[in-house]
């Protein structure tokens, strides 16, 4: 009778492993950045899961699960936009590739492998993609359909990118100068921001009156920079643990923080949750 208990015991506590196994298994491993679809889902870029979550009708699911195999398509995701057309992008370097997503949800790629260490997404108004590459500190431009891409501009390490009102890229970079603004043909440039304020700057996005917001992994902070003002903290600290990725949608900002495996959403009045719970 012992015995019988004591299997059944080792049994019940497999199971339980095998449970909680299959739970961890289904969670966020490690967020590196988010997007907004035109729909209002979510799309996060999980660096080991490997592949991208999407969050709609209130849960999360999986919208691609890459391969653990090294070169194969968002091995190594590290970047998202949604293009003109409110296409995904993912920027991908275990294939130095940049992929647009079709209608069945399947990665296409771009660039036929020519991009080295896409870091960030911007898209402009007629579709044309730009990327900062890191592997070569530039920022490339590709065209809407695919193509080869052309560098415009040699930037030291930019981690964040998008695009104002006027067209004009909007990089932050760990240059000599935080923040640059940067005509799309890469000839006309000027400071945003001068110096070096953040402690480890990452994406970028700009909010409905022109302010930047600026995710800091190492400041565990998110920045928000108006007109010609010095940078603010408008958040810092817990429970932010390591911010990278930030996307803004409808007046709230959708944080990526790989440390605390969590999307955060804090809304117009300040309110920070973690999205989903």
């Known amino acids: 009778m012992n015995l019988f208990r004591v299997c059944v015991g080792l049994i019940g506590l497999f199971m339980l492993a095998g449970d909680s196994l299959s739970h961890a298994e289904d969670a966020m491993k490690y967020p590196l950045a988010v997007t907004i679809g035109k729909d209002a889902t979510v799309y996060v870029a999980d660096r080991d899961l490997p592949g991208i ?4 009708d209130n849960k999360w699911s999986v919208y691609f699960q890459g391969s653990k195999k090294f070169r194969t398509p968002l091995n190594a995701v590290r970047c998202l936009a949604i293009d003109h ?6 920027g991908d ?11 069945a949800g399947q990665p296409q790629p771009l660039t036929k492998g020519n991009i080295g260490i896409p870091m960030a997404i911007a898209v402009a108004k007629d579709g044309t993609i730009f990327a ?15 193509g080869e891409p052309e560098p415009i501009v040699e930037v030291a390490a930019v981690r964040g990118l998008t695009m ?3 067209g ?32 480890f700057s990452h994406h970028v996005v700009i909010g409905p009156m022109g302010e930047m917001y600026i995710a ?3 400041a565990k902070s998110i920045w928000k920079v108006e007109s010609k003002m010095a940078p603010v903290q408008l958040m810092t600290g817990d429970p932010l643990k390591n911010p990278v990725g930030i996307a803004i ?10 440390h605390a495996k969590v999307i955060f959403k804090r809304n117009a009045e300040g309110k920070l949750d973690v999205l989903g719970k």
Request: with cysteine; proline share 4%.
């Open 53 to 56: 979550w999407k969050f709609a």
């Open 85 to 90: 057309e409110g296409k995904l992008l993912a």
């Open 93 to 103: 370097s275990a294939t130095r590739e940049i992929y647009r997503f079709d209608d």
């Open 132 to 146: 900062s590459d890191i592997e070569i500190q530039r920022i490339v431009k590709i065209p809407a359909a695919g």
């Open 164 to 166: 104002d009102a006027e």
């Open 168 to 199: 004009f890229l909007i990089a932050v970079c760990h240059g000599k100068n935080a923040i640059l603004r940067i005509s799309a043909d890469g000839k006309e440039q000027s400071v945003v921001v001068e110096g070096r304020p953040f402690q």
């Open 216 to 218: 800091d992994g190492y």
């Open 249 to 258: 949608h409808n007046g709230n900002l959708y944080i990526a923080d790989p």
